[in-house]
T-cell receptor
Framework: DGGITQSPKYLFRKEGQNVTLSCEQN?????MYWYRQDPGQGLRLIYY???????QKGDIAEGYSVSREKKESFPLTVTSAQKNPTAFYLC???????????????FGPGTRLTVL | AQSVAQPEDQVNVAEGNPLTVKCTYS??????LFWYVQYPNRGLQFLLK??????LVKGSYGFEAEFNKSQTSFHLKKPSALVSDSALYFC??????????????FGAGTRLAVHP
């Protein structure tokens, strides 16, 4: 988990609220990612970003938004439009991908979000 | 479609015995394959990867994996299991159609339980 921090570790949200999950990395990585983990389903990609002020939707982007104003930071907002937000959220980063990238993704410790 | 499968939800092994966690893949072209481990309520830790070269890849904590192109498999192995190896293991393959972005496709995970 070293080099990537996520906060908070646990987060509780009331229905209808937006919440923002923090992800910071000091690895000087260009690329950052957000995944959602549900039991028995592995990891699913929400959003990813290769460079500041650029990001792309992953496989399950609906109900989520991101920003990438700084290289070190990639916050994820879970909006009220996300119908089933209770999950474990993982942030990752890697060296800039280009062409047939072989770069390894390194993960933060995760944030567990629970909707009350 | 590109995919990765982990056919076993759980693997049970006695401490000191060899362990194998299975992974098969389906991709176009040459695959880039990864193994990660996750301990409870933690992020994923990188174990090893195969890009090219020797079919036997050695990684962290005494783990190794064998790439078998004809069987499209990348099984994780360890000669002698420890109780501390008990965790959730994920196989992943790089998405070769991600337009240069380093996208990974994850399997659903295999829970390894090592009994004393």
């Amino acid at each position: 988990d070293g080099g990537i921090t996520q906060s908070p570790k646990y987060l509780f949200r009331k229905e209808g609220q937006n919440v923002t999950l923090s992800c910071e990395q000091n690895l000087n990585h260009d690329a950052m990612y957000w995944y959602r983990q549900d039991p028995g389903q592995g990891l699913r990609l929400i959003y990813y970003s290769q460079i500041v002020n650029d990001f792309q939707k992953g496989d399950i982007a609906e109900g989520y938004s991101v920003s990438r104003e700084k290289k070190e930071s990639f916050p994820l907002t879970v909006t009220s439009a996300q119908k089933n937000p209770t999950a474990f959220y993982l942030c990752a980063s890697s060296i800039l991908a280009g062409g047939p990238s072989t770069d390894t993704q390194y993960f933060g410790p995760g944030t567990r979000l629970t909707v009350l | 479609a590109q995919s990765v499968a982990q056919p076993e939800d759980q693997v049970n092994v006695a401490e000191g015995n060899p362990l194998t966690v299975k992974c098969t893949y389906s991709v176009s072209g040459n695959p880039y394959l990864f193994w990660y481990v996750q301990y409870p309520n933690r992020g994923l830790q990188f174990l090893l990867k195969y890009i090219t070269g020797d079919n036997l890849v050695k990684g962290s904590y005494g783990f190794e994996a064998e790439f078998n192109k004809s069987q499209t498999s990348f099984h994780l192995k360890k000669p002698s299991a420890l109780v501390s190896d008990s965790a959730l293991y994920f196989c992943a393959v790089r998405d070769m159609f991600s337009g240069g972005y380093n996208k990974l496709i994850f399997g659903a995970g295999t829970r390894l339980a090592v009994h004393p």
